[in-house]
């Protein structure tokens, strides 16, 4: 978005409000790659994500990325971002390493066995923290933003994860101006966040401006589904239905992503990125209403954090 002279450099009151975002996360990945011996990208696939690797790829253009990206598979992943996943990080020649709980995923663990909270401690939390292990990271960046949700908005841009990957909101190092406090003992480790101050309207403007691939989801469309709990569920070959669900078409699209089961839609007329733009402004709901891991009781989302999810 920048186009500089050589030597030449920009104040900060020069920047309008997303070229001063975008110079704010590229510092923060510049400096915990610097800081960190083992630094790892947390790769959801979704829209954050998307911006998430575009940052990279100009913090340290021209070049590769220099860590690895780390997708928690829970095996309940749309298949429209699983071939995303594998077709953007091999055309961008980014590295992708794909963890699962296979040993949950092999006994059965699903929402409608176990409950969203203990499925999800099974096939995200466990498996983060497991994969994080596996690869000896020390810092994980991740791409959740403070306007997402309450106990997001308490996160440092360096928030601090004791040995066993958990994290306490009571005990967290303070951020005085942009100073980032990165000291490790051995075991513990750092979630980065770069994009801490964007909204979800920087994020979908960043996008259109820098003309990012995202997942088709994210655009309205015809779509086979189910109402289900209330929230409007997408229906695929092997979607298991329940008794009494009848199958019906609308048009709709995906606010957010996540897994299958869990994430439900929203109608909608915007299949461009200009009308997503037009019509996030009208939205006065949170973008996380429809995942059903954010509702299973108050203050879940914070519990999830505190055992190490992300």
Not at 99 to 125: F, S, V
Not at 132 to 140: K, P, R, Y
Request: proline share 5%; net charge neutral; with cysteine.
């Amino acid at each position: 978005m920048i186009a500089l002279e050589p030597n030449e450099v920009i104040q900060p009151a020069q920047l309008n409000h997303l070229q001063a975002l975008e110079a704010e996360s590229i510092a923060i990945m510049r400096e915990a790659v610097a800081e960190f011996a083992r630094p790892v990208m947390l790769y959801s696939i979704g829209k954050d994500s998307s911006v998430m690797l575009r940052l990279a790829q100009k913090a340290f253009y021209p070049g590769k990325i220099p860590f690895p990206l780390l997708h928690v598979d829970t095996s309940y992943k749309f298949p429209e971002m699983i071939a995303f996943r594998d077709n953007y990080t091999k055309e961008i020649g980014a590295e992708l390493i794909v963890h699962r709980n296979e040993e949950a995923i092999a006994a059965g663990a699903a929402p409608w066995k176990l409950g969203t909270q203990n499925c999800c401690g099974l096939l995200k939390t466990r498996s983060l923290l497991d994969g994080l292990a596996e690869g000896g990271f020390d810092a994980a960046f991740g791409g959740a933003r403070r306007d997402e949700e309450k106990s997001r908005a308490k996160e440092r841009v360096y928030s601090f994860r004791d040995t066993a990957g958990q994290w306490d909101p009571k005990n967290q190092r303070p951020e005085l101006w942009s100073l980032y406090n990165s000291r490790l003992r051995k075991g513990e480790s750092i979630r980065v966040f770069p994009l801490s101050n964007w909204t979800e309207l920087d994020i979908w403007l960043y996008l259109y401006a820098e003309k990012i691939p995202i997942v088709p989801l994210y655009f309205a469309k015809e779509r086979p589904l189910v109402v289900r709990g209330g929230a409007m569920t997408l229906v695929y070959d092997d979607t298991r239905l329940l008794p009494g669900e009848k199958v019906e078409t609308l048009k709709v699209r995906m606010r957010s992503l996540g897994c299958m089961p869990c994430t439900g839609a929203i109608r909608s007329e915007a299949d461009t990125l200009p009308k997503i733009i037009e019509e996030l402004m009208t939205f006065r709901r949170s973008e996380r209403e429809n995942r059903a891991i954010d509702h299973d009781e108050e203050g879940s989302m914070e519990v999830k954090k505190r055992e190490g999810y992300f």
